[in-house]
C-alpha cells in the first residue's frame, strides 16, 4: 500500500469514528501541516466544517458552540504558533468544563526540535489545561492501525463530555505528501461497524445510608441557603425548587445557574442577594446554620463575603463527577452526585424537616425592596445598569444570552430578575477572560439559536476578529455594546482611588470608533442613549438578518454614582422595613 492510500485510510478511519461516537462541528483553521485532518473532515458527510482564519477565534468559536450544545466540538489546526493560539480558549473550556476535541498537526518526529520550519514543541503543549492527551501515531493503515485510531477517535469524544466535561488534545504528526486520495475504495471503512464508544457510565447517586446522615445533621439546625452558581443543566430548576418548597428555604440563585429563568416556580428565589448582600449588616441578620451549593461560586462577591464570613456554617457542595470548586477555604462536604438525583433523594428521605418559619420570609422581604428598586430606578441618561436591564426585558424567549466578563455579567447579575421566559445563559466564567466574547457568542449562535450578547468596549475591541465569523456565515446575533470607553470595573475597585496611574494603567480607553468596524464586517449598527431607543434598536435588530450592534455610550464615573445610589437607597428601605 502506497503512503498516500495510509494516510488516507488513517484519517477516513479516524474521523468517521469521531462521528460515529456523535461528533458534527469541526472549526478548522487554514494550514498546510494540517492538510489530512481538514480534507478529511471536510470530506466526512456528516460533520459541519466552521473555517475561521485567527485560531484564538476559532477556539473560542468551538468553545460558544460546544456550550450552547452541551456536544464536544472539534479544532483542526496547523503546526507552530497556530497551535498556541488556541490557548486562551483551552484554559478556558478546561476550567468552565466545555467538550473540545483539539486536533493539532504537526511536523514529523524527524523535523522536530532541528530548526525546521513551523515547528514547535507541541507534545502536551496545554499541559494539565486537557483532560487527556495523545500523540498520535504516523499514519498507518493495517488492520490494527485502524483499530487504534478508531479507538483514540471514540476515547477523544468520551473523555471531553464525560465526567466533568473538558478539552482533549490529539497530536498528529504528518510527513509530505499531506493530500489524501479520496477515490480509494471504501473510504470510511465498515459503515456497518458500532462506535468504539468504551464506556456506559451510570447515574452517581448517593447510598441511603449517607443521605440519612446528611438529613440528621440538618435536623439540628434551623436556617440554611440553597444556592445555585454557575451550571448548564436546564432541569436542575425544577428540582432544586421542589426542594426549597419542600423544606421552606431561599434558593440563591445566580445568573448563569438556568434557575432564574425557566417554567419552574420563582417563589423561593432570591435573585437580589448581591445588592443587599454588599451590606454587611445583612450578611450578619441572615446567618445560615447550612449552606447546600449546586454549580461554580456565583459571580457575586457580595457573596462570597457571605460565606466567608460563617466559616461554621456546615457547607455542602454538590457536583456532578468529582472537583474542589470552594475559593473560600471554609470546611466542606462535597457531594459527587447527579444534582438532579440528589435532590430528589432530599427529598424523599427529608420530607419531614421544619426550618426556622420566618427565615425565608426575612429572604423574601429584603428580595422584594430590591426587586423594586431595580426596576423602579432609571434616569435619564442611559447607565450600564439602566441599559441591561432594558436588555433583559427585551430579550425574545427560547434564546440565549452570553454575557461579557467584566461589569456585564456583575450587571446581568443585578438586573437579570425571574422569568418565565426560557433564557439559557452563558459566560466564559472558567476564567473570567474579557478576550474571545464575540466569538464564543457566535459559536453559540452557529448553532441557530437566537443569541444576544452584552459585553464592555474592551472586550469588544479584544476580539473584533470574532465579528468574522457572522459576516462568512450570516450568523444572526445582535450585540449590546456598553461602551464607557475603557474598563469600568477599575472604578469600584480600590485602583481607583490611584489618580496619577489610574487611567494609563487601568481606565485604558481606546477612544474607537465601533462603528466602522461594525461596518467593515457588514453588520448593522445602531446607537441608542435612552431606554426608548435602546428597546426600539434591539427589537430592530431581532428582525436584521446577521450581525446587528446596539451601542450604548456611558460614562465611567456615572456608572459608579449611579450604582452606589441604588445600592444605598436599597439599603435605606430595608432597614427601614425588615425587622431587626
Ligand atoms: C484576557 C484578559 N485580559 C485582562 C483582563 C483583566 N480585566 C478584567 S475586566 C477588564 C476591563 C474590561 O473592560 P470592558 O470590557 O470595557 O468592561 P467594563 O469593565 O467597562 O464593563 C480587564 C482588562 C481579563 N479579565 N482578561
Ligand atoms: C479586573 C480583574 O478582575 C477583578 C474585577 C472585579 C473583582 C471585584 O472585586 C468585583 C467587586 C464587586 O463585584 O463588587 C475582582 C475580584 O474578584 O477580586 C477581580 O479580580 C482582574 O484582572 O483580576
Ligand atoms: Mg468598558
Not at 503543549?125 to 498507518?140: A, I, N, R, T
Not at 426575612?362 to 436591564?389: F, P
Request: proline share 5%.
Amino acid at each position: 500500500m502506497e503512503y498516500k492510500e495510509h494516510l488516507t485510510r488513517y484519517m477516513a478511519n479516524f474521523v468517521d469514528e469521531l462521528a460515529k461516537t456523535g461528533l458534527t462541528d469541526v472549526v478548522i483553521s487554514p494550514g498546510s501541516r494540517s492538510t489530512p485532518l481538514a480534507m478529511t473532515m471536510a470530506e466526512h458527510p456528516t460533520i459541519k466544517e466552521w473555517i475561521i482564519l485567527d485560531e484564538r477565534s476559532a477556539a473560542f468559536f468551538g468553545l460558544g458552540l460546544a456550550k450552547q450544545t452541551k456536544r464536544a466540538v472539534a479544532l483542526v489546526c496547523s503546526s507552530g504558533t497556530a497551535a498556541a493560539n488556541y490557548f486562551p480558549a483551552i484554559v478556558e473550556a478546561y476550567q468552565s468544563r466545555v467538550p473540545l476535541v483539539v486536533l493539532t498537526a504537526d511536523r514529523p518526529h524527524e523535523l522536530r526540535d532541528v530548526g525546521a520550519p513551523q515547528a514547535i514543541d507541541q507534545i502536551k503543549l496545554y499541559g494539565d489545561y486537557v483532560k487527556w492527551f495523545q500523540e498520535m501515531s504516523m499514519p498507518e493503515a493495517t488492520p490494527a492501525m485502524l483499530a487504534y485510531v478508531r479507538k483514540n477517535a471514540a476515547r477523544a469524544v468520551q473523555t471531553a463530555q464525560g465526567d466533568n466535561a473538558g478539552p482533549v488534545h490529539l497530536n498528529f504528526p504528518f510527513r509530505e505528501p499531506l493530500i489524501p486520495d479520496f477515490t480509494v475504495e471504501n473510504l470510511w471503512g465498515e459503515t456497518t461497524e458500532e462506535s468504539y464508544a468504551p464506556v456506559i457510565e451510570g447515574q452517581r447517586v448517593i447510598p441511603e445510608n449517607m443521605i440519612c446522615s446528611i438529613i440528621g445533621n440538618l435536623q439540628l439546625v434551623k436556617r440554611g441557603v440553597i444556592v445555585c452558581g454557575p451550571q448548564v443543566d436546564e432541569e436542575l430548576g425544577q428540582a432544586i425548587t421542589k426542594l426549597a418548597a419542600l423544606w421552606k428555604l431561599p434558593i440563591l440563585a445566580d445568573p448563569l445557574s438556568q434557575v432564574r429563568a425557566g417554567n419552574h416556580p420563582k417563589n423561593h428565589i432570591i435573585e437580589g442577594y448581591d445588592a443587599f448582600l454588599r451590606n454587611k449588616h445583612y450578611r450578619k441578620k441572615l446567618k445560615p446554620d447550612f449552606i447546600i451549593r449546586f454549580g461554580a461560586m456565583p459571580v457575586s462577591k457580595p457573596y462570597l463575603f457571605y460565606v466567608q464570613e460563617n466559616q461554621d456554617a456546615k457547607q455542602y457542595v454538590v457536583e456532578n463527577h468529582g472537583g474542589h470548586r470552594e475559593p473560600v477555604g471554609n470546611r466542606t462536604e462535597f457531594i459527587y452526585s447527579d444534582p438532579v438525583s440528589f435532590c430528589t433523594q432530599l427529598i424523599e428521605q427529608g420530607g419531614d424537616l421544619k426550618f426556622s418559619s420566618n427565615w425565608l420570609q426575612t429572604w423574601k422581604n429584603m428580595n422584594h425592596i430590591t426587586k423594586k428598586h431595580l426596576t423602579d430606578v432609571s434616569g435619564e441618561a442611559l447607565t450600564e445598569g439602566s441599559a441591561v436591564r432594558k436588555l433583559i426585558s427585551t430579550l425574545p424567549n427560547e434564546s440565549s444570552l452570553y454575557v461579557g466578563n467584566s461589569m456585564a455579567v456583575r450587571d446581568v447579575d443585578t438586573f437579570f430578575l425571574t422569568t418565565s421566559k426560557n433564557i439559557y445563559v452563558l459566560a466564559n466564567r472558567g476564567a473570567n477572560g474579557i478576550d474571545g466574547i464575540i466569538s464564543s457568542a457566535l459559536g453559540a449562535a452557529a448553532t441557530g439559536t437566537p443569541v444576544t450578547l452584552v459585553l464592555g468596549d474592551l472586550s469588544f475591541f479584544h476580539d473584533l476578529n470574532g465579528l468574522l465569523a457572522s459576516k462568512h456565515y450570516q450568523l444572526n446575533i445582535t450585540i449590546l455594546l456598553i461602551n464607557n470607553n475603557g474598563g469600568g470595573i477599575f472604578s469600584f475597585l480600590p485602583q481607583a482611588s490611584e489618580r496619577k496611574h489610574f487611567e494609563a494603567l487601568f481606565g485604558t480607553p481606546v477612544n474607537l470608533d465601533f462603528k466602522q468596524a461594525v461596518d467593515l464586517y457588514g453588520g448593522y449598527y445602531h446607537k441608542a442613549s435612552n431606554e426608548m431607543e435602546l428597546e426600539k434598536a434591539l427589537r430592530e435588530s431581532y428582525q436584521e438578518s446577521g450581525l446587528s450592534v446596539v451601542e450604548v455610550i456611558t460614562n465611567r464615573e456615572e456608572n459608579v454614582t449611579w450604582h452606589r445610589n441604588l445600592w444605598a437607597d436599597i439599603n435605606n428601605d430595608i432597614s427601614k422595613s425588615v425587622v431587626e
